[in-house]
């Protein structure tokens, strides 16, 4: 598999970035490398990440994808290997390795003898253990992935200002996706239920009140997002009673989910990866919370604090349990159902309002 056939610049400044995956941790790169094309204007950028996440990155400017075949040609230390020389092939002038994991150091060793410079990110595995220990927890906000990834940057030579615009253009809609959206005529409210652990999801008969309370207002339209032929079935199933709450699971590729992600007001999501798509366009993201903690330094790109809904801590009083959400003691699978659906349903309306106000 090529990298995007999009030409290369001609300047000597050519950063490779690392990060093969999760969506979320690559969506959350997005506007970092957004704010970093702002700020070093020479400076051509290729992101190594698998080839589905490609239209993530595809609207920033002097950006390429070199989509990396984990599980065909590069698959392995041979792969690697030849991964390796193909990056050598285009001019890398140094790599901010901000997934640090085994491959990307093998990637490292094959690299280094080059005297490319290789940074790689500090992932602060010391402090998330302190902050999700559940005896001498050690509760405090912890720098953002954001950071994590800008400080990568820093090292390299390449300081940026995180404070600085890094929301993506919002996409107009193709004529396959309106047909299937309708025109805009109110406001756009994605709704994102699931996660991929089940201490992080919304339990759906929590989710059906919260469409039933929003349906009654009559105002809005609502789009279900989720994957799978399990959660499409499911999301389904939540849309059919009413007018104006449709799901979008299994209609569209995911460039053209993106098309109308980029276009909600607000996007409601768990502490997963629909939240960040949302996020790096500049879209309100409504979180909410389980056995995770926004305090691990994941929450949603440039979303204030009062966006984050959390469980009752004082019930759940060793939450966040785990950075990932894999892991909990007994009943706190149920703590999501703490955040009942009227409180959901009253911010939602306050962050529709708000947009409304400017």
Do not use: C
């Not at 002097?62 to 020389?85: E, N």
């Amino acid at each position: 598999m090529k990298a995007s056939s999009r030409q290369y610049a001609t300047g000597k400044e050519h950063l490779l970035i690392i990060r093969f995956s999760a969506m979320g941790d690559v969506a959350m790169l997005a506007p970092v490398v957004n704010i970093l094309t702002g700020q070093y204007p020479k400076m051509h950028i290729t992101v190594l990440t698998r080839g589905f996440f490609s239209p993530i990155f595809e609207n920033i400017p002097r950006v390429t994808v070199f989509p990396a075949d984990l599980k065909g040609q590069h698959k392995g230390i041979t792969g690697l290997y030849r991964l390796s020389k193909e990056l050598k092939g285009l001019g890398i002038t140094a790599v901010g390795d901000v997934h640090n994991v085994l491959r990307t150091n093998m990637l490292k060793l094959f690299l280094l003898g080059s005297g490319i410079k290789f940074m790689q990110i500090d992932k602060g595995r010391a402090e998330k253990k302190a902050l999700t220990a559940s005896n001498n927890k050690v509760f405090r906000q912890l720098k953002t992935t954001h950071q994590r990834y800008a400080d990568v940057l820093a090292k390299l030579g390449y300081a940026i200002d995180l404070n600085k615009p890094g929301k993506l253009p919002k996409y107009a809609l193709t004529s396959n996706v309106s047909e299937n959206t309708g025109h805009k005529e109110s406001s756009w409210i994605g709704f994102a239920p699931f996660a991929a652990h089940t201490a992080k999801a919304y339990p759906l008969n929590l989710v059906a009140e919260v469409l039933k309370q929003l349906s009654q207002q009559g105002k809005n339209k609502i789009f279900l997002f989720g994957g799978g032929q399990e959660e499409t079935t499911k999301l389904e199933s939540l849309a059919s009673p009413y007018e104006n709450v449709f799901s979008l699971a299994g209609k569209f590729k995911f460039e053209e989910e993106l098309q109308v992600i980029s276009n909600l007001d607000l996007m409601v999501s768990m502490d997963s990866g629909n939240a960040h798509l949302a996020a790096m366009y500049g879209v309100k993201v409504l979180t909410l919370w389980g056995v995770t903690h926004p305090y691990a330094g994941f929450g949603a790109y440039n979303q204030p604090d009062h966006h984050h809904l959390l469980p009752d801590l004082l019930k759940y009083p060793q939450i966040p349990t785990s950075v990932y959400g894999n892991k909990f003691p007994a009943g706190y699978e149920n703590a999501l159902e703490t955040i009942s659906p009227g409180l959901v349903t009253s911010k939602i309306n306050k962050i529709i309002a708000e947009n409304k106000n400017g």
